[in-house]
């Protein structure tokens, strides 16, 4: 006997991404609305944004008649683990949370992937949304439905695709970034000029130091492009079987050196050191003249990044590292690569990542 469970779904993920400055009530009105028909609200942020912003959600959550409690993790990468994730699922069980309730992430790239992938386990998956306060999250982390931690081998190994009910990027919450914090998430627009925007490159080029003074012209501008960029690759392919891939530029020595520096490096350090890998590879290839590979490493070192490995770094152990990629097949490889600035190297049909020997990247490794 032969049972055949027809399961063929029709899935509607589509959601808004809204930019803008204090969207506090924007989010409440659009949750009375029922944005995600629930009515009692885990708000998980962590200890540096608790105080800055996810209190003042949590109080209107309270004013407008929800239910919500807060679950804080403590601020930084080392919170993105499986126990973490456990720690706060235990806590909203612990106040009586179950598939009645929707999760709130408050918070930056960290806050978005833990919050996004206990949503999407809790009870077997309840709504969510992202309210993104770094420029990192409002580039990459909080859009695409990428949610996933970190185990002690690397980065992200352990996640679902999981799509917010909503983004909301508050421009206005960038201004109690530390410095730092603005460059990382500057690393990953970079890589979306590099990879697809070539006016988004040459803004940058003009403006960069707009972005660290909190120019509203030029925040609003890099947070809508960045969005049009990832959008234009991610509607295309939310699985990342082919053209996704081309949002890893600058990850394959960015992840594994983010891991080997034990988190010394902050996410978009590690990637500017990776787009630095990825420029110097490419020329030899002869995807990039050397005039745009130096264009590319004049403005990460603008934007107060590095385009170099810092000596506490084991050589041997980060090309070890590279191997724990995502894009690697059959043990070997892979990279992607900027075509020039603005547009993405195809290595025939549905491929964009080109198989790159040890040997090759570990000869960049050493020169930088
Ligand atoms: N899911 C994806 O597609 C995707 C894409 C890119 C990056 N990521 C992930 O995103 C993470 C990095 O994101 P991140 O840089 O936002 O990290 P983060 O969440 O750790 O935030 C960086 C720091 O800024 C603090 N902070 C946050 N908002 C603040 C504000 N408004 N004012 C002052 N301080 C604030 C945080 O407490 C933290 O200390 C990494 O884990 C990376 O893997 C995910």
Redesign the pocket.
């Known amino acids: 006997m032969i049972f055949n469970c027809e399961l063929r779904k029709v899935v509607d993920d589509t959601y808004e991404i809204e930019i803008g400055h204090k969207l506090g009530e924007k989010l409440i009105s659009d949750l009375r609305n029922g944005l995600t028909g629930k009515n009692k609200f885990a708000v998980v942020t962590?200890?540096?944004?608790e105080g800055?912003?996810a209190r003042d959600i949590l109080a209107a959550l309270r004013e407008a008649g929800f239910r919500a409690e807060i679950f804080v993790i403590p601020?930084?990468?080392k919170s993105?683990t499986r126990a973490m994730k456990e720690f706060v699922e235990d806590a909203m069980l612990e106040k009586g949370f179950r598939r009645d309730c929707a999760v709130i992430a408050v918070?930056?790239?960290?806050?978005?992937?833990l919050a996004g992938f206990v949503a999407g386990t809790f009870g077997r998956g309840v709504p969510f949304v992202n309210y993104a306060?770094?420029l990192?999250?409002a580039a990459?982390?909080s859009v695409?439905g990428?949610?996933?931690v970190?185990t002690p081998l690397a980065?992200?190994l352990i996640g679902i695709f999981n799509q917010p009910a909503k983004v909301y990027i508050d421009i206005d919450?960038?201004s109690?970034?530390?410095r730092r914090?603005t460059a990382?998430?500057l690393a990953?627009t970079i890589k979306h000029g590099c990879l697809g925007d070539r006016e988004l490159f040459e803004y940058l080029e003009a403006n960069v130091e707009k972005v660290f003074s909190g120019d509203t012209d030029a925040c609003t501008y890099i947070a809508e492009r960045n969005c049009a960029v990832k959008y234009s690759v991610v509607m295309k392919d939310e699985r990342e079987s082919g053209l996704r891939e081309v949002l890893n530029l600058g990850h394959t020595v960015g992840r594994a050196i983010e891991t080997v520096s034990d988190y010394r490096l902050?996410?978009?350090e590690a990637v500017a050191i990776g787009l630095a890998a990825q420029a110097r590879l490419g020329e030899k290839y002869g995807y990039i003249s050397r005039e745009n590979r130096e264009r590319l490493e004049a403005l990460l070192k603008r934007a107060e990044l590095p385009c170099l490995i810092p000596d506490y770094i084991d050589r041997e152990a980060l090309v070890k590292k590279l191997y724990t990629d995502k894009k690697v097949r059959d043990g070997k490889l892979r990279f992607v690569f900027q075509n020039e600035i603005g547009a993405i190297m195809q290595f025939g049909g549905n491929s964009f990542a080109k198989p790159v020997a040890e040997n090759e990247i570990a000869e960049i490794i050493a020169q930088m």
């Open positions: 962590d200890s540096n944004v800055l912003y601020a930084g990468e993105k918070g930056g790239g960290v806050v978005t992937d306060t770094t990192l999250a990459d982390a695409g990428k949610t996933a970190d980065t992200n919450t960038w109690t970034l530390p914090q990382s998430g990953e902050l996410h978009g």
